[in-house]
C-alpha cells in the first residue's frame, strides 16, 4: 500500500557501500539523540526540586568522563576510516576504465565518447565495466549527480573533474544538476542508459561520427600548426609531445608537476604559466580559439601520443633544445600568433 522507498535503487558497485556507510551515520545519530532525550527525561524526574531534600555538590566522576571520552573517540575513528576508505576508493578509478568526457553549460549536458559519438542530456554506458567521467563546465559551476549510482561530482569552469562507476544493471536512470546554476536549473537533467554489451556496441557502431577524439584532435593540432613548433627533431620551439601524458616535466623554475588533463588544457589556454625547462614563452594563447570540445579532443590526441612510461624519471622533454635569442622571442609569437588563427577564420569553423 504504501510503495514509498527511502533510497533509490542501488544501480552501481558502489551504491551498497554509501548506503551501508549512511544507514550506520544515521543509526549512530539515532542512537545518541534517543539515549540524550531519554537522560534528559530520567534526569528531570530523578533530581527535581523536593522539599524535604536538599541539593548536594558533585566533584566529578573520573570513569565516567573517561567513558564518555573513549568511546565518541572510537566511533569518530570508525566513522573516518570508514569514510576515508570510501573516498580514497572513489578517487582511484580502474586503469581498464571506459573514459568519456562531459562539459556542462547553462543548461544542458554534453557528452563525448572516445570514437567521437556525441550525446546531449544523455549518456549511453555498457553494463559492468568502469566508467570515468570526466567534466568539465563552460560557464558556472554545475554538480553532475546520478542518485542511483551514489555519484555526486561539482563540475567546475576552467579545471577538469572526473567521477567513475560500474553500473551493474541495465536501465535508465535519471541524471541531475544539483548545484544551482542559474534561472533554468531545474531544467538542467538528463538520462544514463546502462546497456548491455551487445547493445552498446551496436548503440556505439550506429552513432554517427567524425572520427574519433583522438583523430579529430590530430586534425585540430594540424590545423592549428601546432605541429611546426612541438617536432621531435632538434630544431623544435616547444616541447615533444610524444609520450608526455602522465609523465612528470621539469619546468623553467625547477618545479617537477605531472602532465595531466589539467595541465594540457592550462598550457593551450595559458601557455605562460608553466614554462617546460629550456624553451622560450612563445606561444600565443588560443584562450576563446578552441571551444571545451576542442581542447578535449587535442587532450585525447595528446593522449595517444604516449606511450606506456608514466611514473618515469622528471621528463625534461628533449636533451638538446634549440635556444632561442631574446630578440627572437617577438617574431616567433607574431608568427605563430596568425598561424593559430587561421583555422579559426575558415568557413564552417566554429571556436
Known amino acids: 500500500m504504501f510503495n514509498v522507498p527511502l533510497f533509490p535503487e542501488q544501480a552501481s558497485g558502489f551504491a551498497r557501500h554509501v548506503d551501508s556507510f549512511y544507514l550506520f551515520l544515521v543509526l549512530i545519530a539515532a542512537f545518541f539523540s534517543l539515549l540524550v532525550a531519554l537522560l534528559i527525561l530520567f534526569f528531570i524526574i530523578r533530581y527535581r526540586k523536593r522539599p524535604e531534600r536538599e541539593a548536594e555538590q558533585i566533584h566529578g566522576s573520573t570513569l565516567l568522563e573517561v567513558t564518555w571520552t573513549v568511546i565518541p573517540l572510537g566511533i569518530s575513528m570508525v566513522i573516518f576510516v570508514w569514510g576515508a576508505i570510501l573516498y580514497f576508493h572513489l578517487q582511484r578509478p580502474p586503469a581498464n576504465s571506459l573514459e568519456i568526457y562531459g ?6 549536458w554534453k557528452f563525448q565518447h572516445p570514437g567521437g559519438q556525441r550525446e546531449i542530456n ?24 546520478v542518485p542511483a549510482f551514489r555519484t555526486k561530482i561539482d563540475v567546475l569552469p576552467s579545471r577538469y573533474t572526473y567521477v567513475w562507476f560500474t553500473p551493474t544493471q541495465a536501465g535508465e536512470y ?3 544538476c544539483s548545484q544551482y546554476c542559474g534561472t533554468n536549473h531545474s531544467r538542467m537533467i538528463g538520462e544514463v542508459t546502462v546497456m548491455n554489451q551487445a547493445d552498446y556496441a551496436e548503440w556505439l557502431a550506429s552513432g554517427k561520427a567524425e572520427g574519433s577524439l583522438a583523430s579529430q584532435g590530430e586534425k585540430m593540432f594540424q590545423e592549428f600548426g601546432c605541429i611546426t613548433c612541438h617536432r621531435p627533431d632538434s630544431g623544435a620551439r616547444g616541447p615533444n609531445l610524444q609520450g608526455l601524458y602522465g609523465r612528470p616535466v621539469r619546468l623553467s623554475d625547477n618545479r617537477v608537476i605531472v602532465a595531466d588533463d589539467n595541465y594540457i588544457r592550462e598550457s593551450i589556454l595559458q601557455p605562460n604559466a608553466k614554462i617546460v625547462s629550456g624553451f622560450q614563452p612563445i606561444m600565443p594563447t588560443f584562450q576563446g580559439v578552441v571551444s571545451e570540445e576542442g ?10 601520443l604516449s606511450g606506456d612510461e608514466a611514473g618515469a624519471a622528471p621528463l625534461n622533454n628533449r636533451s638538446t633544445p634549440t635556444q632561442l635569442r631574446d630578440t627572437e622571442v617577438p617574431t616567433i609569437q607574431q608568427e605563430l600568433e596568425q598561424q593559430g588563427k ?7 569553423k566554429k571556436p
Open 342 to 348: 587561421k583555422p579559426a577564420n575558415q568557413p564552417g
Open 295 to 304: 581542447l578535449i579532443q587535442i587532450t585525447e590526441y595528446i593522449k595517444h
Open 103 to 108: 562539459v556542462g553549460k547553462q543548461w544542458m
Open 174 to 176: 535519471h541524471l541531475f
Open 122 to 145: 544523455a549518456l549511453h554506458v555498457p553494463v559492468g565495466r568502469p566508467v570515468k567521467v570526466t567534466l568539465i563546465s563552460q560557464d558556472v559551476i554545475h554538480d553532475f549527480f
